[in-house]
């Protein structure tokens, strides 16, 4: 079952200065970094109530984020929805019709497993589930 709005993704050209803006500019604190070799992306988290900002920026220029920020620049990349059962929602959602991005969960920040819902089954927003791996 989806918990909660774990995440708002944003894809950025330049990491350095993305995190910069929001840190310096915005005032929202950094609560880390992440490569997540999985993804093969670079990552960094700003906290705020209820949620998180997630940067992300392709692990040495490779990678989906690449080919993203190639086609459309940057913005807004995915929502990200936590779970307490991500074999149980893909299944039901599999039986609803949506496709995934990937036969399974896999390995994703913080530890978490994760998987994307095709965005062309979500009127065009790229959705994550993830679930901590506790």
């Known amino acids: 079952m989806l918990i ?38 670079s990552t960094a988290f700003f906290p705020v109530p209820g949620t998180k900002l997630e940067l992300v920026h392709p692990l040495r220029g490779e990678g989906p984020i690449a080919k993203y920020l190639e086609k459309k620049g940057g913005g807004l990349h995915h929502l990200c929805f936590e779970t307490d059962d991500i074999t149980g929602d893909v299944a039901r959602l599999q039986g609803l019709g949506y496709r995934f991005l990937s036969d399974g969960p896999v390995p994703g920040a913080h ?12 009127g065009g927003v790229l959705i994550e589930l993830a679930q901590s791996q506790d």
């Open 4 to 41: 909660r709005l774990d995440h708002i993704a944003i894809a950025v050209p330049d990491l350095e200065e993305a995190i910069q803006r929001f840190a310096r500019d915005l005032g929202l604190e950094l609560s880390g970094r992440e490569d997540v070799e999985a993804a093969k992306t």
């Open 111 to 122: 530890g978490k497993r994760v998987i994307f819902i095709h965005p062309k089954d979500t």
